[in-house]
């Protein structure tokens, strides 16, 4: 059978469009609910902020708190690693972002940007390649070659800044949004 | 292969059903009379071990179901202390569970590796194969939410990577990756909510497979199956009913499966397991070494191997996509690698290439050979291995298909099992 001329199109077209049309965006609307069931509740949520009290950490030492479920890196950092850290230039690490949630999106990474004081590093205890916690390099148990965190998952290494020097992952460690409310207490989250 | 039904009820009331649900009449054409080839070999069994221990998987895990408690205080202790300690058999059901999903995927790797040699993939199976490739990776989706479900160091971070796996989105728009991860996860880390929702596909997803199976055996019942020859059945003489002769056959080769998995189950039943998944999970600290179930392991050496997330990423997917795509990456008239004497050769240089990815999978990420005054990275291995498996689907098998001259292939499967018959009473092997 030829195919006919193509016909005007008619009311009956119309309504199927519309029909379709409406059809698709309710099925959209319906499964909106779903899909937003999955994320994080207001019970999670409720537990999103934490206040920290740092008085007890000594010069060389971390802390390891838990915020949102993650560890949650709080480094006394010494001098000398401080030292260490502001030598580097941004434009000679992987990410040269300071991947700082109280600073705009594009500030360098310099170490003064990793840090609100430049003694206290807070940094979210997760390794930006795939999720796991470094660990921590001390004097009695150094990890890596730089200083600060070895992630033992996929061999990524960080500095005393918290900044990936060398493996797969493609970020800094993330400083999370926090603010000092006392000269040894902060709140982040 | 879909040939008229030859089935004659034989009471008033099999007529009577007959007439209004012919069940009795499509198990009697599928199971009981079915032409099959007369010269399916060993390797043509796992199809039916396979269906076995999937019924072993849904049966056990219902059983486990009523005993197991989906939170992230409870998940760990439910399973070590209630199930494993005070449920009246848990530990058998338990470890039949966990050790049966080895068996599977090893049952599903040897039918895979199968489907692969003997051209099984090729026109007219083009669906059956990719049927087949849907259930290989829902099989792996499966294992892996059972995986975190006992809630041990393992668990705990084989969750995390995986789920972190999204984030790598963050490369293209950011933000969206580590949204899409937390909405996976229900949580900002792995958690209370993960574990929940993990629980339920897990209960889920065994019976989308089920139904993916039942696609599966359709389609293996339209086109007929394959056979080692490779060449199509031509009549009556090419075919047996598929019972007594193939129940049989399955049931034999089912028995000595069963043995063997039994034997892990009762003499060795972490023999698959990992020790560290004994340490209930902790948020706080990763284990110095982490690495997946053993089925999984040559993909994750592909995901170390690169040193890009976003691009180790998308090795991985492009890796478990690939397969799709065999039917028409192979461009051999030939079927069967059996008269294809340099497919053959790269076929099993592809296995050992999938061995070695595993070996690295499992071993530390700066992991080196020791050789003389050499060290060979391990990751350098892995790297060359991912190559071979991408060039393998992707460049050899179009080549090799159109170069290759390939051994002359029998008239018909009649003629070669009788040929074959012959020479075996002269005393030779062929």
């Not at chain 1, 260490?84 to 700082?100: E, K, T």
């Amino acid at each position: 059978m030829a195919n006919p001329p193509t016909p005007e199109p008619t009311r009956r077209d119309f309504l199927y469009i519309a029909t379709g049309a409406a059809a698709t965006l309710g099925v959209g609307f319906a499964a909106w609910p779903f899909i937003d069931s999955m994320n994080p509740s207001s019970a999670v949520l409720a537990m999103a902020s934490i206040e920290v009290d740092l008085s007890a950490i000594q010069p060389g030492q971390q802390v390891i708190f838990k915020w949102r479920g993650h560890p949650l890196f709080v480094r006394r950092r010494t001098p000398k690693e401080i030292a260490a850290a502001r030598a580097v230039s941004p434009s000679d690490l992987p990410d040269g972002l300071a991947r700082n949630a109280n600073l705009t999106e594009s500030a360098p990474a310099t170490d003064a940007n990793r840090t609100i004081k430049p003694e206290w590093l807070v940094v979210v205890g997760v390794c930006t390649h795939l999720g796991c916690t470094p660990a921590v390099s001390t004097r009695e148990s150094p990890q890596g070659a730089y200083g600060g965190w070895l992630c033992h998952c996929h061999g990524s290494d960080f500095d005393a800044s918290g900044r990936i020097r060398k493996g797969p992952a493609p970020q800094n460690l993330a400083v999370p949004p926090y603010a000092f409310i006392g000269p040894t207490k902060i709140k982040i989250g | 292969m879909a040939g008229h039904s030859n089935y004659v009820p034989k009471t008033g009331l099999a007529r009577w059903l007959d007439q209004r649900l012919p069940v009795i009449r499509l198990m009697n054409d599928h199971f009981v009379t079915f032409p099959t080839p007369k010269n399916l070999n060993f390797w043509y069994t796992f199809g039916a071990i396979l269906a076995v221990m999937l019924v072993v998987q849904v049966v056990t895990g219902i059983v486990l179901a009523m005993h197991y408690v989906p939170t992230a205080d409870l998940a760990f202790g439910s399973v070590e202390q209630h199930i494993m300690r005070e449920v009246n058999y848990g530990w058998l059901i338990r470890s039949l569970h966990a050790s049966g999903a080895s068996m599977l995927f090893l049952a599903v790797y040897i039918h895979m590796g199968r489907g692969l040699y003997y051209g099984s993939y090729k026109a007219p199976r083009e669906i059956l194969w990719i049927l087949g490739v849907f259930i290989y990776l829902l099989l792996m989706a499966t294992a892996f939410f059972g995986y975190t479900l006992q809630w041990g160091q393992m668990s705990y971070w084989a969750a995390t990577v995986i789920t972190s796996l999204f984030s790598a989105f963050d490369q293209i728009i950011p933000h969206f990756g580590t949204a899409l991860s937390t909405w996976v996860r229900g949580d900002y880390a792995v958690g209370d909510a993960t574990v929940n929702r993990f629980f339920a596909l897990h209960y889920l997803l065994p019976f989308v497979i089920a139904g993916v199976v039942g696609l599966h055996i359709w389609a293996l019942h339209v086109t007929g199956n394959g056979n080692p020859l490779g060449i199509e059945v031509k009549g009556p003489q090419d075919t047996i009913p598929f019972h007594p002769w193939y129940t049989v056959k399955d049931a034999f080769y089912l028995t000595l499966f069963l043995i063997v998995f039994l034997a892990i189950v009762f003499y060795a039943p972490n023999f698959f397991g990992n020790p560290d998944n004994y340490i209930p999970a902790n948020p706080l600290v990763t284990p110095s070494e982490i690495r997946p179930e053993w089925y999984l392991l040559p993909f994750y050496a592909m995901l170390r191997a690169v040193p890009n997330t976003l691009l180790g990423v998308l090795v991985l997917f492009s890796a478990l996509l690939t397969p799709l795509f065999i039917p028409w990456l192979d461009t051999s008239k030939v079927r069967s690698y059996r008269f294809r004497p340099v497919m053959k050769q790269l076929f099993w240089v592809f296995v050992a290439t999938c061995i070695l990815l595993g070996y690295v999978g499992a071993q530390t990420t700066d992991a080196a050979w020791h050789l003389g005054e050499v060290d060979i990275p391990l990751v350098w291995l892995a790297r060359l291995a991912t190559l071979y498996y991408f060039a393998f689907f992707w460049a050899l098998m179009p080549w090799i298909g159109k170069k290759e001259v390939t051994r002359p292939v029998p008239e018909s499967i009649a003629q070669s099992v009788l040929k074959k018959g012959a020479v075996l009473t002269k005393g030779g092997e062929q």
